[in-house]
């Protein structure tokens, strides 16, 4: 697994390459999944991956989670438009056209279970747990696990290694 994590990020295609960016980012929603530990009770049957917003990946999300497993859950995506339904979401990606509301998002959700995943500026040092970002034309992402740990998350040493740790929120 963690070959396949670490083959995503340095292996990204350029985000004009072959592959699009959201496959690639879907790709890494499922595997943020693998290695980030939640509160049992936060667990329910399944694994659900929701999307906040205009949905930038289509069906490319569905396809990247159909008939996967995490441990013994299988995975889910789901869509929400308000952040009042992202109640058992256990990773919620904030599209970037929520951009206006993710204060209230990040508000909303404050010491909740979920691992909020942006794509907007600064969105891991306001309080995001994992933002999604560009550099030399591939998706890298950051991390503020101080973040992570309020809301009773565990980020994996293996994923943070991958990572960009930043402070905030």
């Given at each position: 697994?963690?070959?396949?994590?670490?083959?995503?990020?340095?292996?990204?295609?350029?985000?004009?390459?072959?592959?699009?960016?959201?496959?690639?980012?879907?790709?890494?929603?499922?595997?943020?999944?693998?290695?980030?530990?939640?509160?049992?009770?936060?667990?329910?049957?399944?694994?659900?991956?929701?999307?906040?917003?205009?949905?930038?990946?289509?069906?490319?999300?569905?396809?990247?989670?159909?008939?996967?497993?995490?441990?013994?859950?299988?995975?889910?995506?789901?869509?929400?438009?308000?952040?009042?339904?992202?109640?058992?979401?256990?990773?919620?990606?904030?599209?970037?056209?929520?951009?206006?509301?993710?204060?209230?998002?990040?508000?909303?959700?404050?010491?909740?279970?979920?691992?909020?995943?942006?794509?907007?500026?600064?969105?891991?040092?306001?309080?995001?747990?994992?933002?999604?970002?560009?550099?030399?034309?591939?998706?890298?992402?950051?991390?503020?696990?101080?973040?992570?740990?309020k809301a009773g998350?565990?980020?994996?040493?293996?994923?943070?290694?991958?990572?960009?740790?930043?402070?905030?929120?």
């Open positions: 697994m963690l070959a396949a994590l670490v083959a995503a990020a340095l292996l990204a295609p350029s985000l004009s390459g072959a592959v699009s960016e959201y496959s690639v980012k879907a790709a890494f929603l499922l595997n943020f999944g693998k290695y980030v530990e939640w509160p049992e009770a936060a667990l329910g049957n399944a694994l659900d991956i929701c999307v906040l917003g205009r949905d930038p990946f289509g069906s490319t999300l569905d396809e990247t989670v159909a008939g996967r497993t995490v441990g013994n859950r299988d995975v889910k995506a789901r869509r929400v438009s308000d952040v009042s339904q992202a109640g058992g979401c256990n990773i919620l990606f904030v599209s970037r056209g929520e951009q206006a509301h993710v204060d209230a998002v990040l508000a909303n959700l404050a010491g909740s279970p979920v691992l909020l995943v942006g794509e907007q500026d600064r969105f891991a040092r306001l309080g995001g747990m994992i933002n999604f970002v560009e550099v030399d034309q591939k998706v890298r992402f950051e991390i503020n696990e101080a973040a992570a740990k998350l565990k980020i994996s040493s293996q994923l943070l290694k991958l990572a960009t740790i930043v402070e905030g929120g």
